[in-house]
Each structure stands twice: as structure tokens, then as C-alpha cells.
């Protein structure tokens, strides 16, 4: 082929030697500074094979004499935002917590952080989105057995429900009506329709009419005397839409027969408070949250304050809504 | 070209050494409109980010601002947000099109004259020129010894270069940041560490493309000139050698001894000897020629010396050329400047010009959208209703605090409020503070009777307190469990 190179007339180029269908192609001498930089490329790389991992072993790869890793890398990062992040830790922890929302600020990086603690200790129950399942309570809602404060939600937290050998845990137990003999079989019947009825599921009834009766003697030290439940015992209210583990007649009935004893580990004794009081303000966030009476002014006149530089709302006359909050709840 | 001996050096077979160029300093019509093109185009850029434009209190008063970190263009009246990107984009096809409208029109007249990689070649052969002096001085100097004159002009000749490099590179970042502050900050060694870099690597891009590698970048890096090759056509203007009036050469002694055989050019070289590319025009349009026109100049004051029309080197289009040759008349310039060509690119070009400016004087500047919490859909409230949650995003794109106002239309019974207000004093609407250019973010409640469909839409409006008109609306579902029970 090499005898057929040409020198091209109207370039003054040679040509390389090859003919397709009479295409020839030019051999244009390259500019010596793209050598150049052709050269100063494998020099570079060179140099950073020898500084970074590159080459990949059977099991390994080497390591680089920098020692440089993405995982390192990733480590530092944490770390240096784990730094970042610990006065804000301090703050939370050093902050009563019942002044909480009068710092929307700290009260915010609260909620994200427990957003993030929530989806690592507490989606295993309560679900991705905080809805519980039966058994599970949801907590969005703004139905709260042990009480739905900051201050309540976050002795819950560190205390748990029902923990074996803890004396400060939330606890209560109801009787297993029919397993212990309590009451007959008819008349569990009997207060499952009168319980239906407080609820509205069902119409009055004789049967209910008989299980009224049998509530008011049975029930009411803890349900109350309007059946609408009792904090200080986990004591659920049975008049609302709202149930743990279901108003059917199937799993009233169980629930009666042999009782409930949901339980919640404590997690005082596995975390930090810091991730406590995140994830305190996170649950109080979903919807469901429920003022604290006493920080009421205090509430106000920071959010007056911090109206001007973040993005604050008000629900129209909101301070005669922040006063009238607790009684309802 | 080369000649053919030299091609096969051995040397040559693997790499070409750059040939030095030294142009020859030319005056003349087209030097001189350089010279202006120059002044104006360095203007804009150097004076640019120094504009101010007042915006109030709450945006920055720079006329022509890309604030990164906020991610925000400002350009005089005209501010842009992320999501209006389109107009960048629009802004940028109008520039393409634009460009090939001029090159279809008047070939690379981009490239001869406002191209920066040919202002700043231009403008530091000016520098080179003053310093090593003339072409021919400059030959000298370049093949002299080096010794202490040398030295001492190399050293001024890149000194100055550099600092042009430093100020080109300088006032780039000006336009990123707020102008005077960035200046204080950089010379008191305050800026950010990207404003430095940047400013590094424009000085060293500007000092070597401009003083070392100059057509270089043009022939081997640029692709322009391969995409202009295929916008122009035999209408475009293109700087010409009229070879059917200079061939054969003839210096003007020989012309004198043979009157009648010898054409015009009198082979002086004067139009190589200016030419910034080093190409020889005489041997026809090439890829080198970036059609600056500076040996039009040269070869017009030579053809005046020696008494002899102008015009040898020309701006003709290709058609020209050819009626030229048969002795007929130019085609009449409006007739090649009117053509399907331009003037489809000049309706493009002028059609997204004015949806663009229609676009502009329409937008509204605030905005909403709704994200529906997918987990959970909805939750049951203890008194039988129903809650849904979304997270609002309220745009607020002017330069001023606003209040706005959410209200909601569709869903019967309904009620709604924030994550800072309460249920039981909730209603049809809520009001919400967003600072100034900025997006406000809620987080909205809205709770309905339980007895309704599983799957509702209905819609969430936003409205500005202080401008009723300005209002947007969105629409979403809100979501019931199918039958309790
Ligand atoms: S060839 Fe490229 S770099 Fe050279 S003048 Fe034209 S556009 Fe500019
Ligand atoms: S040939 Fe003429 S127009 Fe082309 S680059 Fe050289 S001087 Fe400029």
C-alpha cells in the first residue's frame, strides 16, 4: 500500500497510502503542542495511578500512596457534619422542653433530625409514615393514650409502655374479662354492643342496654364514666373513630375476653436524649402534636418575632386558637 | 502550503512545529472598524458588571448578575428563576441563529472581528508590536541570541500580557457576585477560593491562547469554522482574491517592460506579511482565513501606491465572483442580503425574540404547587373526619415580602390551616408570610367530614394580599378511607 502514497496537489500534504472507491486520506502532520499534550495526559495519569486506587486486585484493588478511599472519604464527612450538628445537640438537650416551640429555629432541626432517628428505631412498628397498623398506634392522629404534649410524648419515649422491670415505665393492665371469669361470654356480647353504640357503630339495642349496665360496673374506673378514656392509665376513649385494635364485633370481643398489652421499649436506655427530644418533636409535628398550656404567651411573642426573616403563617385570630387548644384535647 | 520536499522530512512525518506569525501593522477602513469593534466589545465586557440597577431592598443592585449560590439570573428589568431556564435556553438559540444569520449573510464575520479568541490575539499583537517592534524587527528578535536586550523584552512583552490576562480573567468573576464587594474581598484576600481558581485559570487560558497558541485555536480547536463552512453558501460574503484580475504576477518594473502581460498583483506580499493566520489569501478561501480583512487594507493601499483600481482582495460572495469573471454587474446587495435563507432565519430568529418578550411581560411572579404526603394517604380524626396533609411551596417572585393568601375550592365541608395554627380555629383559608424572592414552604392540614368519596380533587389558590390579580392555582385529591368498616 506504502507505494501508493502521494503527495496531494492542492494540499502539498501526503497522503497515507490507502484508496477506498478512490477516497484517499490525508497524513496531516498533528501540531506538536497536541503531542504535547498528548504526553503531559499519560504523565498525569501516571502520577495518579501511583497516588490513587486503581489498579483492581482478585479481592482488592491498591491502595494509592495518598491512602485516599471514597468510604474515607464518606467517614470524614459524617464526622465533620456529626461536629457541625453538636450544638445544635446541646441546645436541644439544654432546652426545656416545654419552651421548645418558642425557638421555631431549634425546633425545626429537631423534627429533622428525628425524622431521620424515626425511620431507623421506630418504622419497625409505627410504620414509614408514622400510621401504625392495629396494635400499632398511629401517630398522626390526634387520639393520644398516654397524652400527645411534648412533655408526655417524651416520657413515653424514654420510659416505654409496659416495660418489665422498669418502675417509671407507662403502665396499666386491663382485666382479661372473660379468660379470668369476670364475665360470661353473653355478657361480653352484651358490652361489646354497648361499646359499639358509644361509638356509633351500632343502633341501641336490649343487648346494649344490658352491657351499659355491666360497663358502668366493670369499665368505668378506668374508661371514665363518659367512656372517654383516662391518660394517666393508657385508658382509651371509646366514644371516638379512633381504635387501637379494631370496634368490629370480632376484636372487641377478643379484647374483652382476654385483654391488650401493648408494649413499647424504652428507649431512654438505648439513646441519646438529644435523639429523644428530636424524635419527640418529629411525633409532635405529624398533626397530632398538643399544646402545653403553660408556655402559651411564650409561644406567641417569639413568632411574632421571628415573622419577619422565616416563613411564619397564622391561621386567622390565632391567639384566641392558641388558648382555646387545650381544653378540647 | 509546503512543499513537497518537505514532507518528507523525517521530522515532519509525526508532528508540525507551530510557524511563527508576525503580522505587519496595517491601517485602513476595515483596521480601523477593528479597532471599534474591539473598543465596544471589551467595553461591554469590562464595564458590564459594573452597571448598577435598583432593584429595593431586598434583591442586589447589579445589572447583570448570575448569583449562583441563590440561583438567580439578573439581567437589567428581567429576573430569573431556576425553573424559568427556558429563557436562557431561548436566549442562547437566538444567539445561535443569530450567528447563522450573519454567517449566511456575511460569512465569518464573527470570527474577523468580535470573536474574544480573536480580539484578544489582536490586542496583544498590538502589544507585541510595541514592544518588539514591526514584523521584520520581530523576525530579528526572534532569531537573535538570546541576551539582556532580549530578555528585557521578552520579560515587558509577557508582563503586560499577563496582566491583560489577570484583568480578563478578573472581570469574569464580577459578574457571579456583587462587583465592588468581590473586588474588595479579592484584593484583600477575602473571596472564596473558586473566585481565585477562576480568575487562575482565564489569566492562564487568555495568556496562552492569546499570546502562544492565536490560530492555533482557530484552525485546530476550535469547530466553528467547520459548522460556518456549512452555514454559508455562494450568496455569503467572503474575503476574495480576484485572480481573474491580479494573475499572472508581475512586480511593476516587469509590468512596465511587458505592458499588457502581467495582471494587477504586484506580488509584494504585503497582504501575507499583515494576515493574523499567516495564510496566503492568493491561494484561494481556505480554512485559516478568518476573513478579518486586513489584507483587503494592505493590498488596497498598495494598489493606490501604484496607481491601480482597489479592490484586488475584495469582500465578494462566490456568485459575484463568477459574474465578475464573465464581465457582468454584481448582483444588487439587498437582493443577496434578501434571500429564502436569511430571511427564514431572520423570522426564526425574530419569532422566538417576541414569544420570548410576550412570554416575559406575562408571567405571573407568584406560584403555587402542592405535594400530597403519600404516607399517609389520609388519617382518621378522633371526631370522625378525615385528615390529609400537603407540603406547599409558595413562589414568591418579586422583591418585596408578601403576604398571600391559601384558600381552597371543592371540598364540602372542608377546613384547613398550617403546621403553626390549630384545628379548631381553622377555616376556608389561611395566610402565609414569604420573604422576598424567595419560596415559602407549609406545611397545610385540610380536614373533612369522613362521609365523602375515597378520591376527591378540588383545588388549593394562592393570592397575593397586596395584588388581588396575581393568584395561582393548583390542583389535588384529598383522600378518604373507602367505608369505615
Ligand atoms: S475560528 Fe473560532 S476561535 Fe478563530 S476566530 Fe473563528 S470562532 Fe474565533
Ligand atoms: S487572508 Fe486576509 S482576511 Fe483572511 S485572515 Fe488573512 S488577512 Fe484576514
Known amino acids: ?329 | 502550503m509546503s512543499n513537497p520536499e518537505e514532507i518528507f522530512d523525517p521530522q515532519l512525518q509525526l508532528y508540525e512545529k507551530r510557524k511563527g506569525v508576525y503580522p505587519k501593522a496595517v491601517d485602513g477602513t476595515f483596521r480601523r472598524l477593528k479597532w471599534v469593534i474591539m473598543a465596544v466589545t471589551l467595553g461591554i465586557y469590562y464595564i458590564t458588571p459594573w452597571i448598577r440597577w435598583d432593584r429595593g431592598p431586598y434583591a442586589p443592585d447589579q445589572a447583570v448578575l448570575v448569583d449562583l449560590a441563590n440561583r438567580r439570573f439578573f439581567m437589567f428589568g428581567i429576573e430569573i428563576w431556576p425553573h424559568e431556564f427556558y429563557y436562557v435556553a431561548g436566549m442562547l438559540v437566538m444567539a445561535g441563529i443569530g450567528l447563522f444569520l450573519v454567517t449566511s449573510a456575511v460569512g465569518r464575520a464573527w470570527c474577523g472581528y468580535s470573536c474574544p479568541q480573536t480580539v484578544w490575539t489582536d490586542l496583544f499583537q498590538h502589544v507585541e508590536r510595541a514592544i518588539d517592534g514591526d514584523r521584520n524587527a520581530q523576525f530579528r528578535l526572534q532569531d537573535a541570541p538570546w541576551g539582556p536586550k532580549k530578555i528585557a523584552k521578552r520579560l515587558s512583552k509577557w508582563t503586560i500580557w499577563l496582566l491583560l490576562s489577570v484583568a480578563t480573567g478578573g472581570a469574569w468573576i464580577f459578574y457571579f457576585a456583587d462587583a465592588p464587594t468581590l473586588a474588595r474581598d479579592f484584593f484583600t484576600g477575602e473571596a472564596a477560593f473558586v473566585a481565585y481558581a477562576t480568575v487562575g485559570v482565564l489569566t492562564a487560558t487568555t495568556f496562552i491562547f492569546g499570546g502562544f497558541m492565536r490560530e492555533q485555536v482557530c484552525i485546530y480547536m476550535c469547530p466553528w469554522p467547520r459548522i460556518q463552512a456549512a452555514m454559508m453558501d455562494e450568496n455569503s460574503l467572503t474575503v476574495t482574491y480576484k485572480d481573474w484580475r491580479g494573475e499572472p504576477r508581475g512586480s511593476v518594473k516587469k509590468a512596465q517592460a511587458q505592458p499588457g502581460s502581467f495582471g494587477d498583483c504586484i506580488d509584494c506580499n504585503q497582504c501575507v506579511a499583515v494576515c493574523p493566520t499567516g495564510i496566503d489569501i492568493r491561494e484561494g478561501p481556505q480554512i485559516g482565513c478568518i476573513t478579518c480583512a486586513l489584507c483587503i487594507d494592505a493590498c488596497d493601499n498598495v494598489m493606490d501606491q501604484v496607481g491601480r483600481p482597489r479592490g484586488l482582495i475584495d469582500y465578494v460572495t462566490e456568485e459575484d465572483a463568477e459574474r465578475e469573471k464573465l464581465g457582468q454587474p454584481h448582483t444588487p446587495v439587498l437582493k443577496t442580503l434578501f434571500r429564502p435563507r436569511t430571511i427564514l432565519y431572520f423570522s426564526a430568529w425574530g419569532a422566538i425574540g417576541l414569544a420570548m418578550l410576550f412570554a416575559v411581560g406575562n408571567r405571573t411572579r407568584i406560584d403555587i404547587s402542592a405535594n400530597h404526603d403519600r404516607n399517609p394517604l389520609y388519617v382518621q380524626l378522633a371526631d370522625g373526619d378525615v385528615r390529609n396533609a400537603y407540603t406547599v411551596n409558595l413562589r414568591n417572585m418579586e422583591n418585596r415580602p408578601r403576604e398571600m393568601e391559601i384558600s381552597m375550592s371543592g371540598l364540602h365541608g372542608a377546613v384547613l390551616w398550617t403546621n403553626e395554627g390549630l384545628r379548631e380555629t381553622a377555616g376556608q383559608n389561611v395566610l402565609v408570610k414569604v420573604p422576598a424572592d424567595s419560596v415559602g414552604r407549609v406545611r397545610l392540614f385540610v380536614a373533612a367530614p369522613g362521609d365523602g368519596p375515597a378520591r376527591k380533587e378540588f383545588k388549593l389558590t394562592v393570592q397575593a394580599k397586596d395584588d388581588r390579580t396575581a393568584q395561582d392555582t393548583h390542583d389535588v385529591f384529598f383522600e378518604r378511607p373507602e367505608i369505615a368498616e
Not at chain 1, 408514622?130 to 420510659?159: C, F, Q, R, V
Request: aromatic share 6%; glycine share 10%; net charge negative.
Open chain 1, 1 to 329: 500500500m506504502v507505494d501508493k502514497q502521494r503527495v496531494d496537489e492542492a494540499t502539498g500534504t501526503k497522503t497515507v497510502g490507502h484508496e477506498w472507491d478512490g477516497i484517499e486520506e490525508l497524513d496531516t502532520p498533528m501540531p506538536r503542542w497536541w503531542l504535547w499534550t498528548l504526553y503531559a495526559t499519560i504523565i498525569w495519569g501516571i502520577i495518579y495511578v501511583i497516588l490513587y486506587p486503581a489498579w483492581p486486585l482478585v479481592n482488592s484493588a491498591t491502595e494509592g500512596v495518598l491512602g485516599w478511599s471514597s468510604r474515607g472519604e464518606y467517614e470524614k464527612s459524617v464526622a465533620a457534619r456529626e461536629v457541625e450538628l453538636e450544638p445544635i445537640r446541646q441546645a436541644l438537650v439544654s432546652t426545656d422542653i416545654r419552651k421548645l416551640s418558642g425557638s421555631p429555629e431549634l425546633l425545626q432541626a429537631a423534627i429533622e433530625g428525628g425524622r431521620s432517628a424515626f425511620k431507623v428505631h421506630c418504622v419497625q412498628c409505627h410504620g414509614a409514615g408514622a400510621a401504625g397498623s392495629k396494635g400499632y398506634p398511629n401517630l398522626n392522629d390526634d387520639e393520644w393514650l398516654w397524652g400527645g404534649d411534648m412533655e408526655a410524648i417524651e416520657y413515653t419515649l424514654i420510659h416505654g409502655i409496659r416495660n418489665p422491670d422498669h418502675p417509671d415505665t407507662r403502665f396499666s393492665q386491663m382485666p382479661a374479662f372473660g379468660r379470668d371469669g369476670i364475665l360470661q361470654p353473653n355478657e361480653i356480647q352484651d358490652v361489646v354492643s354497648h361499646v359499639r353504640v358509644l361509638s356509633g357503630r351500632e343502633q341501641p339495642s336490649a343487648s346494649s342496654a344490658r352491657g351499659a349496665v355491666l360497663f358502668e360496673a366493670n369499665c368505668t374506673i378506668c374508661h371514665g364514666n363518659d367512656a372517654k378514656g383516662d391518660r394517666t392509665q393508657g385508658a382509651p376513649n371509646l366514644t371516638d373513630a379512633i381504635s387501637l385494635y379494631g370496634l368490629d364485633r370480632a376484636s372487641l370481643t377478643e379484647t374483652v375476653t382476654n385483654s391488650r398489652y401493648g408494649v413499647m421499649p424504652r428507649w431512654g436506655q438505648r439513646l441519646d436524649p438529644a435523639t429523644i427530644r428530636m424524635l419527640t418533636a418529629y411525633v409532635h409535628s405529624l398533626g397530632g402534636g398538643e399544646t402545653l398550656p403553660a408556655v402559651e404567651e411564650l409561644n406567641e411573642e417569639t413568632l411574632e418575632q421571628v415573622n419577619g426573616d422565616a416563613v411564619t403563617n397564622e391561621a386567622e385570630q390565632s391567639n384566641t386558637a392558641r388558648s382555646g387548644q387545650d381544653e378540647q384535647s
